[in-house]
């Protein structure tokens, strides 16, 4: 099934579908901007990178029609539907990584020896999904009010304090929602990426 058939068949409003083009538009720019800080981090540079983080970002809340009626949360039930209906363009193992990469956008962490289809992966398709959903996760974060408000994004690092800052551009103060979301999605980027990360109105 092509991407945009899926953003029909399952994004049941025109704000979900905006919000699902502007989390691919924030996952993009923070993997370039980590490209840039990190260009000898050896977890940022695989093949089909942009591809990969594109597809998952457009469909990671794909789930959310089926939830109700599937009774699993929408990030399982997203990576149940992209399992069974493929997605062209990929092959049979970016498939699995976009799945899982949707699994992962939110709930509990990759886990090596309790997820069964995370652990049939090799380990560099590990890597793919490890990275790829802790930037998700925060690029959901960013639009956790799905108003598409934070346009830009600048990431600074401070090597002393081993601290990744974001600036989202706009006053955190007035947007506590999205800081709580934040603060609560960002675990898995900072075990990936071994640093801390916060907003810059902190």
Do not use: W
Request: proline content about 2%; hydrophobic content about 35%.
């Amino acid at each position: 099934m092509k991407v945009e058939q899926y953003i029909k068949n399952y994004c049941t409003s025109k704000n979900d579908i905006e919000h699902s083009k502007h989390v691919e538009f924030l996952s993009l720019e923070l993997y370039a901007r980590l490209k840039k800080i990190f260009p000898h981090n050896k977890n940022l540079q695989f093949e089909n990178a942009e591809k990969l983080i594109s597809y998952s970002a457009l469909l990671h809340d794909i789930g959310a029609f089926l939830e109700y009626k599937t009774q699993k949360p929408h990030n399982k039930a997203g990576c149940k539907l992209v399992l069974e209906n493929k997605i062209d363009g990929l092959n049979e193992r970016e498939v699995k990584v976009a799945a899982l990469c949707i699994r992962y956008h939110r709930g509990s962490k990759p886990k090596e020896h309790k997820h069964r289809l995370f652990c049939s992966l090799d380990e560099g398709d590990k890597n793919k999904v490890r990275v790829i959903s802790s930037i998700l996760r925060i690029a959901d974060a960013l639009d956790s009010c799905h108003s598409q408000s934070v346009e830009n994004i600048l990431l600074t690092y401070d090597f002393r304090q081993n601290t990744l800052i974001l600036d989202p551009g706009i006053n955190i103060i007035f947007n506590k929602g999205m800081y709580e979301v934040f603060n609560k999605k960002k675990a898995l980027f900072e075990d990936v990426f071994k640093v801390k990360v916060c907003l810059k109105n902190d």
